[in-house]
């Protein structure tokens, strides 16, 4: 049974690492009244700004869509559109800088269905008039999986169809990025997807969608060695980048979430450094960035814990790659400037 709430993660305290490395935390989220059965129903302005507040130096953040605040009625492809106006909203309140110092939401990632192909034309500009000036691109999912237990959120070769290659393309022409969620073994789909569309930036969420659950518990050797098979495919298409968090979930096969006591950075830097060193070995500082998917992850760790670890983890590269990894590919990527 997960523990989880700030209550338990107040359990594991601990000083701030590095505290003046600037940092731009490339994926959040911002929801009210979820569903899930998560500890973290209520996610705004306030619950981020506590994290993003407590010691690390966060100068921006990038909000990934999260299905929330759609429009309640009008053509369903423009529903979307709410969400943006929603976080747009948000983000201009924390431009005030009553916040705290740190811009939330200085990039905005929302959801457009791509399956429209050209039709999807409308929706992007109307994504774009919403937020003029945080507007980055959307976020797809592409997850399939044969087996039942393992959760598919599109239907098999989604990356191939020709309508969502023609939507993906406006993409490319208007300059803006695509999310992609999918799982490891999707890697060659999505290679073949990055090489037909060589002008649009991709973005590969959560360390390349490993899984350690079900049918793919308890079988490391055979599921990681696949899985760095995975990394290597899609590292070697020069425009996808990779996010370096998300193990947070439980479907990545650790119990942090049901712990006594919440892990430390000590224990979860020496968890995640097999797995995101593999990443930044093959894809390099320049096309990775940690992030923090906070919420969703906060059921394992702390904001602070989870950017102690990510510093211990990376100690050993140079300021630059590490400045990198931190702050410079994500700002660079969501074209984020400080003025």
Not at 2 to 22: I, K, M, S, V, Y
Not at 84 to 105: D, K, N, T
Not at 157 to 167: K, V
Not at 175 to 180: C, H
Request: net charge negative; charged share 20%.
């Amino acid at each position: 049974m997960p523990f989880g709430g700030n209550d338990w993660l107040a359990l594991t305290q601990e000083p701030t690492l590095e505290p003046e490395l600037p940092i731009c935390d490339p994926h959040h989220h911002f929801w009210d009244f979820r569903s899930e059965r998560i500890p973290y129903q209520r996610y705004l302005i306030h619950e981020l700004a506590a994290d993003i507040n407590s010691g690390h130096n966060v100068r921006s953040t990038v909000f990934i869509e999260a299905r929330s605040m759609y429009r309640p009625d009008g053509p369903e492809q423009l529903r979307p559109v709410g969400e943006v106006e929603f976080v747009q909203g948000l983000a201009a309140a924390s431009a005030s800088g009553i916040y705290g110092p740190g811009r939330a939401a200085a990039g905005i990632i929302g959801a457009a269905n791509l399956d429209l192909g050209a039709a999807v034309e409308p929706v992007l500009d109307a994504l774009q008039a919403a937020s003029p000036n945080r507007f980055r691109g959307i976020r797809a999912h592409t997850g399939n999986d044969p087996h039942p237990e393992i959760e598919s959120r599109a239907a098999p070769g989604r990356m191939g169809q020709a309508d969502f290659r023609a939507g993906a393309q406006l993409l490319a022409d208007k300059g803006l990025v695509l999310e992609l969620t999918a799982y490891f073994h999707q890697a060659a789909e999505m290679a073949d997807f990055a090489q037909a569309l060589p002008d649009l930036p991709v973005v590969f969420n959560h360390i390349g969608g490993l899984l350690r659950v079900g049918p793919y518990a308890n079988r490391d050797e055979e599921v990681l060695a696949q899985w760095r098979s995975a990394i290597d495919a899609v590292a070697a298409c020069p425009n996808i980048y990779m996010k370096l968090g998300g193990v947070g979930q439980p479907r990545y096969g650790f119990d942090w979430h049901e712990w006594n006591r919440p892990i430390g950075s000590e224990a979860l830097a020496e968890a995640l450094a097999p797995l995101m060193n593999y990443c930044i070995e093959k894809f390099g500082p320049e096309r990775c960035m940690f992030e923090s998917n906070f919420p969703v992850d906060k059921v394992s760790y702390s904001y602070n814990v989870l950017f102690n670890a990510f510093k211990r983890l990376s100690a050993g590269y140079s300021p630059t790659e590490r400045a990198a990894l931190f702050h410079d590919t994500a700002a660079g990527v969501y074209g984020i400037e400080y003025r």
